[in-house]
């Protein structure tokens, strides 16, 4: 039973270009939540999504962006990247309602 | 305010002793979740252990351990039996049941170093 799948693990990117990052959540789960967290900080919550849209989200721009497809996969997407959105981009999926999430191993991102 | 606080920035334990981890929280809400997660150096976040408000015992898991004191706002993990494999990034984390129940408000985490 595969868990959480984020793709890529490592991206570099240049300030001003644009970033997508995907994960593929657990089987079973149906919603999708996505967090950034910060070299040497805990992760910040960015949004979460089910049945394709976005159910809640935390304080971050409308730079940050997302979608969710009908097999459950997402993608979060990042415009006119920031020196400052270097960080690891973690995807947890769950179950609507449900106390338990699965956390992804993460997407490495570097902006330079 | 913070919603979760780790005040130990790095904490360090001899192999096979017991270490605790301290976490406390602030909520006004009366319904939430209390959690704790390892991150390894691979960055995977790893869920260990569960404490509910209205859990009336303190949550058990193998070696893990929470100790709850609700009136001091406190959740601190306490592993047993420390293993060489225990040493990873540790993050106390919560949800609010009643309002932003979807997101996990995460300390600053405690980098835990077993020594042999």
């Known amino acids: 039973d595969a868990g959480v799948t984020q793709s890529p693990t490592h991206l570099i990117k240049t300030r001003g270009q644009q970033v997508t990052l995907r994960c593929s959540p657990k089987s079973g789960h149906d919603t999708v939540s996505w967090y950034q967290q910060a070299l040497g900080q805990g992760p910040q919550f960015i949004f979460q999504y089910y049945e394709e849209e976005e159910r809640q989200r935390g304080n971050f721009p409308d730079r940050f962006s997302g979608h969710q497809f009908p097999n459950y996969s997402s993608e979060l997407n990042v415009n006119a990247l920031l020196l400052g959105d270097s960080a690891l981009y973690l995807c947890a999926s769950s179950v609507q309602g449900g106390h338990g999430y699965t956390f992804g191993s993460g997407t490495r991102l570097t902006v330079v | 305010a913070q919603k979760i606080t780790q005040t130990q920035p790095g904490m360090f334990v001899q192999e096979k002793e017991a270490v605790t981890l301290d976490c406390t929280y602030d909520?006004?809400?009366?319904?939430?979740?209390l959690f704790w997660y390892k991150q390894p150096s691979s960055g995977e976040m790893i869920f260990l252990i569960y404490q509910g408000s209205y859990d009336q015992q303190n949550a058990t898991e193998g070696r893990y351990s929470l100790n709850f004191q609700k009136a001091r706002k406190s959740a601190n993990l306490v592993i047993s039996a420390s293993q060489l494999g225990d040493s990873a990034m540790y993050f106390c984390?919560?949800?609010?049941?009643?309002?932003?129940?979807?997101?996990?408000?995460f300390g600053t985490g405690t980098s835990l170093t077993v020594i042999p």
């Open positions: 909520t006004s809400d009366p319904s939430y979740g």
């Open positions: 984390a919560m949800r609010e049941f009643s309002n932003t129940g979807n997101q996990f408000y």
